[in-house]
């Protein structure tokens, strides 16, 4: 085995500090996104603890970090709640502001923008899609 076998790839998730890391960017990106007139009214019906852990998986996510979540698939959990692409959008333009603030590398932010385009479809209401 060369000394290059034995180095295992390191995730976004992993490079940021892991889980540390990603509860700090998480006290950040609730602070802007319920702070937006335009999205806070998703998580009025959901409590405290269900909207950290929703940004704390969402983040997980992106990032590429273990996934714990084994509930419902983004679709199922997402289609309900009608969100059009405007504030799919939005909640990226947060995120990214967030990753940035807290000085995470340019390479990695691109990557998260990668898979927020990726997952999008199943996050924004099927009915809201243009030409849909
Ligand atoms: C990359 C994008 C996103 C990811 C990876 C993501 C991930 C998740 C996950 C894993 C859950 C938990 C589902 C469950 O436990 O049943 C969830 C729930 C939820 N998400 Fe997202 N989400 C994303 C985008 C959004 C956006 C853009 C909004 C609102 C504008 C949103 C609002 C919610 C709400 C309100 C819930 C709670 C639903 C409920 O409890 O009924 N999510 N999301």
Redesign the pocket.
């Known amino acids: 085995m060369t000394v290059t076998d034995e180095i295992a790839p390191v995730s976004h998730y992993e490079r940021i500090g892991g889980a540390n890391s990603v509860k700090a960017a998480v006290e950040l990106f609730y602070d802007k996104v319920l702070a937006d007139p335009e999205?806070v009214g998703?998580?009025t019906d959901?409590d405290m603890v269900?909207q950290r852990r929703?940004l704390a998986?969402?983040l997980t996510?992106?990032l590429g970090g273990p996934n714990e979540?084994a509930?419902?698939g983004?679709a199922e959990?997402?289609q309900p709640?009608n969100?059009p692409l405007e504030?799919?959008v939005k909640?990226g333009e947060h995120l990214t502001a967030t990753l940035t603030e807290l000085g995470v590398p340019a390479d990695i932010i691109a990557d998260v923008q990668t898979v927020?385009g990726q997952?999008q479809d199943q996050?924004v209401a099927t009915g809201n899609r243009p030409g849909a």
């Open positions: 999205l998703y998580f959901v269900g929703h998986l969402m996510v992106v979540y509930g419902r983004l959990a997402h709640l969100i504030h799919y909640v927020l997952v996050v």
